[in-house]
């Protein structure tokens, strides 16, 4: 349930939905104690997974018990990303794309010329990062997703006179410029990094199950693979990340900051082709 910036979610199964409803009373309880009420035309239920039953929410408005609307979507004010029922982030990637590509559109309309170095500037402030804001949230795993992204940075790279004859990968590597794709692996790791050497005050139990198989190839920071069904659960981050995270040197994995970790990983892919393709 959302209402405004406030949120209730729990697992619904042999109960029905009647632990969830007990905190939908509560919460207005303590909403009418304290004279802040909520408008329950901006609240709204949404229901995830394909075995949801679905059921009814309701508050009490003046005498009567009202229905709480059911939702498709609704943007997390804390993250900043919109969540949709089936877990696809389309909207969300949209809406992101939009805005990076009406921000490339602002900067042609002001630059008469731009050369690699103003574009590399003005690229990396002011439309990548909001390209990568959450991704590990968010990260696309449908093709069409991904082409979308990726086509901002293809678009964004003709705006250099000189590399406007070259192929996509060409530019990237003029401009030593990673695909996005990339940038998100990257990412990804960079999280995992932080969460599993407490950098991010988040409970590595609760994510993470570390491979305790006796294995001694590669580092001692090996993650097991749960089983998973879904496509929904097997590009979630903690699952779509574990291969990549067992393939690093023990090098880059062992690294004592967050910088250092950034500045190996980058030394360990520094040359590869895999960098400037997706």
Not at 17 to 26: E, F, H, I, K, M
Not at 69 to 82: C, Y
Not at 229 to 249: A, C, E, G, K, Q
């Amino acid at each position: 349930m959302f209402a405004d910036d406030t949120k209730l979610y729990g697992t619904v199964d042999k109960d029905k939905g009647a632990s969830l409803q007990n905190d939908v009373n509560t919460l207005q309880d303590w909403s009418d104690k304290w004279q802040l009420k909520f408008n329950i035309d901006k609240c709204k239920v949404i229901h995830y997974g394909n075995h949801n039953p679905n059921v009814e929410y309701h508050m009490q408005i003046g005498e009567q018990q009202t229905q709480i609307k059911e939702g498709t979507e609704e943007k997390d004010l804390h993250v900043g990303v919109t969540f949709q029922q089936d877990l696809k982030y389309t909207q969300h990637i949209t809406t992101k794309v939009n805005k990076a590509n009406s921000t490339l559109g602002l900067i042609k309309r002001t630059f008469q010329y731009i050369d690699k170095d103003v574009f590399l500037y003005l690229y990396k402030a002011l439309v990548r990062p909001s390209l990568e804001y959450a991704n590990a949230v968010w990260s696309p795993y449908l093709r069409k997703d991904i082409d979308k992204v990726e086509k901002v940075q293809r678009r964004a790279t003709k705006l250099i006179p000189e590399l406007t004859s070259k192929t996509y990968q060409e530019r990237l590597k003029e401009l030593k410029l990673p695909t996005l794709a990339h940038r998100r692996r990257r990412g990804d790791m960079i999280q995992t990094f932080k969460i599993l050497h407490g950098f991010d005050k988040i409970s590595v139990q609760d994510l993470f199950t570390q491979d305790s198989s006796g294995r001694t190839r590669g580092h001692n920071w090996k993650l097991s693979k749960n089983t998973a069904i879904t496509t929904v659960r097997t590009t979630s981050f903690t699952h779509r990340v574990i291969n990549d995270w067992n393939s690093l040197p023990s090098s880059v994995v062992n690294a004592k900051t967050v910088y250092d970790f950034k500045k190996k990983y980058d030394q360990h892919w520094d040359g590869s082709d895999s960098v400037f393709t997706y």
